[in-house]
């Protein structure tokens, strides 16, 4: 594993490259924004220099030599080092085969008067099984089911789980969120739990008429060469776009990315709140419209 340390000579960061190329698993580049020097541990690792405000010339060094994983030591005392840090996080979210970044802190843990964040997971928006019929700002869009044309067009054996949040629902747990004085670094919010196969069930029998449905194998979703569903009347998607929208949610869909963990969901601290399930979801925006 290549691991690079930005700002590997200084104070904190060349204990990190001394303790790091003692390791024969690592391979350890020092990341600096000057030239080489003379010093007996460095020597030991690569050196590379970066140019920190020019983000896409740091993706390439990143690629170029397969970091991996990053660690910043860089000194933040300054706004100027501080961005730094910031585009060195955005040259790494761009490279490759960066996957992991540790930031530059090595201190108390800050909340006091730091950022707090959390990041809001809600599965897939159930709003789009129910366009046009239902109330959302989202843009009309196709996932595996055009229920108004009753045709299908399913990701793998149509049994991956997905969860499901309305937007509105999900728009009434963030309220809830800001009374939280504490917040995880996830929160997880999902109004129900389906697979395609239940959510083509559901609709045929409030629509009333068999489905045509089409299953993709994984070999052909793996391709890109996947089936695209009817889009919604009235939009306009290039057939290059749809079909690469569609190739890269149905690759999501069988990796199971939207079956989220059960454990800690929001849901659970505002048992008050009852979002609403995709069967009642279908009724609501078809039952009464037709298909
Ligand atoms: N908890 C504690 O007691 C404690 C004590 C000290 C430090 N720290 C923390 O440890 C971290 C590292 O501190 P340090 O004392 O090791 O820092 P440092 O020695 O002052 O600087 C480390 C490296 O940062 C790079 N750097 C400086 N300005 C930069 C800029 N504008 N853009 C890009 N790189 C820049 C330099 O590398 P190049 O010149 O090679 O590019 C420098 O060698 C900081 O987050 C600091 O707050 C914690």
Redesign the pocket.
């Known amino acids: 594993m290549i691991v690079a340390v ?8 060349k204990t990190i490259v001394e303790k790091l190329v003692q390791e024969s698993r690592f391979k350890v580049v ?5 030239e080489r020097r003379q010093d007996v541990v460095l020597q030991k690792a690569q050196h590379v220099q ?1 140019d ?1 405000d020019d983000i896409a010339s740091m993706t390439t060094e990143l690629e170029r030599h397969n970091i991996h994983t990053i660690i910043s ?6 706004d ?2 501080s ?3 910031l585009n060195l996080i955005e040259a790494a979210e761009k490279a490759k085969y960066t996957e992991r970044f540790i930031p ?5 843990i800050q909340t006091a008067d730091s950022l707090k964040y959390t990041r809001v997971i809600p599965g897939f928006f159930m709003d789009y099984w129910g366009m046009p019929h239902v109330k959302t700002n989202l843009q009309p869009y196709t996932f595996g089911i055009n229920i108004a044309k009753g045709k299908a067009a399913i990701p793998g054996d149509g049994n991956d789980v997905i969860c499901m949040t309305y937007t509105a629902d999900m728009a009434t747990y963030m309220i809830k969120l800001l009374d939280l004085d504490e917040w995880s670094e996830f929160t997880v919010i999902v109004g129900d739990e389906v697979t395609y196969n239940q959510l083509i069930s559901m609709s045929e029998e409030i629509c009333g008429n068999p489905f045509e449905v089409h299953y993709d194998s994984l070999d052909r979703i793996n391709s890109g060469d996947v089936t695209v569903p009817p889009m919604p009347d009235g939009t306009e998607y290039a057939e290059s776009e749809t079909k690469e929208v569609t190739a890269l949610v149905s690759r999501l869909t069988v990796n199971r990315v939207f079956d989220l963990p059960k454990e800690g969901r929001l849901n659970a601290r505002f048992p008050d709140v009852q979002p609403v399930t995709m069967k009642q979801f279908l009724i609501d925006a078809w039952r009464k419209n037709g298909a």
């Not at 020092?30 to 000057?34: E, G, T």
């Not at 030591?73 to 300054?78: N, T």
């Open positions: 930005a700002g590997g000579a200084g104070g904190v960061g020092v990341l600096s924004r000057s970066l920190y030591a860089i000194g933040l005392v300054s100027e080092s961005q730094s840090q530059s802190e090595y201190s108390f």
